[in-house]
C-alpha cells in the first residue's frame, strides 16, 4: 500500500484520505459499503468533523471492525475547555471508538478564537485532558485561513494542520508548507477540488497538489468510482503537460470572482461576518449542501441582507471583489423569502 507520514504524528498514511462531508448526502448503507470499499482499497485517513451532521455515525458503523487499519481524524467548534470535552464524548460514541487518532480544532477563524482555544479555560485544555486520559492521540488545527495556522504553528501546540489548497488557492505554499516541514507538523488539504469548481480536472487536481509538500489530500467522495479515480491519480501523481494545460484553463474559466477568505475587508460595521457568508455560499452552490447550508444561514442573527451598501469592505478587499453584489446574490439563494424551492 502506497503510505506517507502524517508529520510528527509518525502515523503511516496513504496520501490520499476519505474527505467526511459528502457521506452526509447518502443512506446509512451505501456509506457502509462506501467505506468499507475504499479501506479495502487502501484508503486508511477518515476526516469527519462533529458539524458534518450524521457523518460521523455513519463512519462508526465501519470503523470499529477495520480499527487497526485506520486512521480516524474528526474535529469540533467549541473553543472552550467545558464544550470541547463535551464534543469529544460525542465523537467517540457516535465512532464507536475508545480513541480517535486526531482531533482538530476545527475552523478557527481570528487570533482572537485561536488565543481562546489556547486559554487556561480554552478547547486545548480539553484536548491535553483526553489524550493524557488516551481519548485522543493527537491534536490538530483546521483553517480556511493561513496566517491564522502560521501562527498556530509558530505557538508549537498543534500536530497537524489542515488548510484548502488547490491551483486556485495557493496562499499555503508562500510559506506554511515550508514552515510545517521545518516543525514537522502534518499536512492535511481539504477543498482540494476547489469545493468541487475544478471537478473536470479533479485527477489532474490531486496530482497538482501531491506535487506539494503536504501529507494528505482528502476529497470528500460518495460514489465507488470517485474512489477509483482518485486512488489512480494518486497512483501515478505525474501531472502532464496536457493535464497541466486543461487543470489550468478550468482554473482560469472560473475566473476570480471567489472569495479567498482572507478577511482582510473585516470588520463590517454593521457586523455582516463577509467571509463567512461566502463560505456558507460555497457549501449551497458548489458542494452540493443546499439544505445545510440554508438552515446555517438562516439561524444566523446578521446575514447578508443587512449590508447597507457603504462600499468599506470593497475598498479593503485584496481582489477587488464585488462584494455588495455579492452578499445580494447570497441573500437571495438563502434567505428567508427565496426558499420555498428547497425541501
Ligand atoms: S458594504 Fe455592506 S458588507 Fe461591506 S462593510 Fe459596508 S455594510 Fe458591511
Ligand atoms: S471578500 Fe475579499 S477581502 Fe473579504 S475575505 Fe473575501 S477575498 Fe478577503
Redesign the pocket.
Known amino acids: 500500500m502506497l503510505t506517507a507520514k502524517l508529520g510528527r504524528t509518525e502515523l503511516e498514511i496513504n496520501p490520499l484520505g476519505f474527505g467526511g462531508i459528502p457521506i452526509q448526502r447518502i443512506s446509512f448503507e451505501a456509506a457502509t459499503e462506501l467505506l468499507e470499499y475504499a479501506i479495502n482499497k487502501g484508503i486508511n485517513f477518515i476526516d469527519t468533523a462533529r458539524l458534518y451532521g450524521d457523518s460521523e455515525a455513519k463512519i462508526g458503523q465501519v470503523i470499529p471492525k477495520y480499527r487497526d487499519q485506520v486512521v480516524i481524524a474528526t474535529k469540533a467548534m467549541s473553543r472552550d475547555k467545558a464544550g470541547m470535552a463535551a464534543e469529544i464524548e460525542e465523537s467517540l460514541k457516535n465512532l464507536k471508538v475508545n480513541c480517535i487518532d486526531i482531533y482538530q480544532c476545527h475552523n478557527v477563524r481570528s487570533i482572537e478564537q485561536l488565543d481562546q482555544i489556547l486559554s487556561d479555560d480554552g478547547a486545548y485544555a480539553a484536548l491535553l485532558e483526553a489524550k493524557a486520559q488516551g481519548k485522543i492521540k493527537f491534536i490538530g488545527i483546521t483553517s480556511h485561513k493561513t496566517p491564522i495556522l502560521i501562527e498556530a504553528i509558530r505557538r508549537d501546540k498543534f500536530d497537524t494542520v489542515q488548510v484548502p489548497f488547490n491551483i486556485i488557492e495557493q496562499e499555503p505554499a508562500k510559506e506554511l508548507f515550508h514552515l510545517c516541514k521545518e516543525k514537522n507538523i502534518g499536512v492535511i488539504i481539504m477543498k482540494p477540488l476547489a469545493g468541487g469548481a475544478l471537478k473536470d480536472n479533479a485527477p489532474a487536481s490531486l496530482k497538482y497538489i501531491l506535487n506539494h509538500p503536504v501529507s494528505v489530500v482528502i476529497p470528500g467522495m460518495e460514489s465507488k468510482s470517485q474512489v477509483d479515480e482518485n486512488l489512480s491519480a494518486v497512483l501515478n501523481p505525474t501531472l502532464t503537460d496536457e493535464e497541466a494545460r486543461a487543470l489550468q484553463a478550468e482554473a482560469e474559466s472560473l475566473g476570480n470572482r471567489f472569495c479567498r477568505k482572507c478577511d482582510y475587508?473585516a470588520?463590517?460595521?454593521?457586523?455582516?461576518d463577509?467571509s463567512f457568508m461566502f463560505i456558507l455560499d460555497a457549501y449551497y452552490t458548489r458542494y452540493n449542501m443546499p439544505e445545510w447550508a440554508t438552515n446555517r444561514y438562516r439561524s444566523l442573527k446578521i446575514d447578508?441582507s443587512?449590508?447597507?451598501?457603504?462600499?468599506?469592505?470593497?475598498a479593503k478587499c485584496p481582489y477587488e471583489l464585488p462584494?455588495?453584489e455579492m452578499?445580494k446574490e447570497v441573500h437571495k439563494h438563502m434567505g428567508k423569502e427565496v426558499h420555498e424551492h428547497i425541501k
Open positions: 475587508c470588520p463590517c460595521p454593521n457586523g455582516v463577509i447578508a443587512n449590508c447597507v451598501e457603504c462600499g468599506q469592505c470593497e462584494i455588495i452578499l
